[in-house]
């Protein structure tokens, strides 16, 4: 089945870089738009970046000159480059992919694992 691999969290220094990575794989006929969102505790799941097919872009306010999202269409992969991370950035990041599978002419969302991202010195 669909499913969406994500990799590069850990633990960074205020002021520190993180590259994170996420690979879709499966019987895929077409990606859309994909994402990376992040979830505080108690919080809903919030929007950080996406990307088009097209590579038309767009951030949340707080991240904004600092994160770049990035795609590679012919490997499925999705990257987010976090720069001059703070410690509010500190949160579980998901990628996100709207998806038609083979054979379907419909599009469904799916999500990675998480992968825990955490700005302290």
């Known amino acids: 089945q669909v499913q969406l691999v994500e990799s590069g969290g850990g633990l960074v220094q205020p002021g520190g870089s993180l590259r994170l990575s996420c690979k879709a794989s499966?019987?895929?006929?077409?990606?859309?738009?994909m994402g990376w969102y992040r979830q505080f505790p108690g919080k809903q799941r919030e929007l950080v970046a996406t990307?088009?097919?097209?590579?038309?872009?767009s951030y949340v306010d707080s991240v904004k000159g600092r994160f770049t999202i990035s795609r590679d269409n012919a490997k499925n992969t999705v990257s987010l480059q976090m720069n001059s991370l703070k410690p509010e950035d500190t949160s579980v990041y998901y990628c996100?992919?709207?998806?038609?599978?083979?054979?379907?002419?419909?599009?469904?969302?799916?999500w990675g694992q998480g992968t825990q991202v955490t700005v302290s010195s």
């Open positions: 499966g019987p895929i006929a077409t990606i859309s738009n």
């Open positions: 990307i088009s097919p097209s590579g038309t872009t």
């Open positions: 996100n992919a709207a998806i038609i599978q083979e054979h379907s002419s419909f599009a469904f969302n799916y």
